[in-house]
């Protein structure tokens, strides 16, 4: 079945760096397009960052440009976020999304907390 898991979030001070993973399996990954979304408290969900397949090219929230990094290993089946210069504002729930048409499949999340 089709599965999206993420992990390396946790708990950063203001100003370091995380880096998520989302490991894909049960679909031909190299044929979605990847992203990431996060949801803070009492807001909505907002996409962070995309990367296409197979030209990978990339888009970003204004809130994370020159901070963020999306990248994916379609060898290994899963999709990155470099996060440096992290920001309080940036805590929220991080989702790994993979879409293709009519198909969208979603990951349980994985916690970022930026405080000091």
């Known amino acids: 079945q089709v599965q999206l898991v993420e992990s390396g979030g946790g708990l950063v001070q203001p100003g370091g760096s995380l880096r998520l993973s989302c490991a894909a399996s049960?679909?031909?990954?190299?044929?979605?397009?990847m992203s990431w979304y996060r949801q803070a408290p009492g807001k909505e969900r907002e996409v962070v960052a995309i990367?296409?397949?197979?030209?990978?090219?990339?888009t970003y929230a204004d809130s994370v440009k020159g901070r963020f990094t999306i990248s994916r290993d379609n060898a290994k089946n899963t999709m990155y976020l470099q996060m440096n210069s992290l920001k309080p504002e940036d805590t929220a729930v991080y989702y790994c999304?993979?879409?293709?048409?009519?198909?969208?499949?979603w990951g349980q999340g994985t916690q970022v907390t930026v405080s000091s």
């Open positions: 049960g679909f031909t990954f190299s044929s979605y397009t």
């Open positions: 990367i296409t397949s197979p030209r990978g090219t990339t």
């Open positions: 999304n993979a879409k293709r048409n009519w198909n969208d499949f």
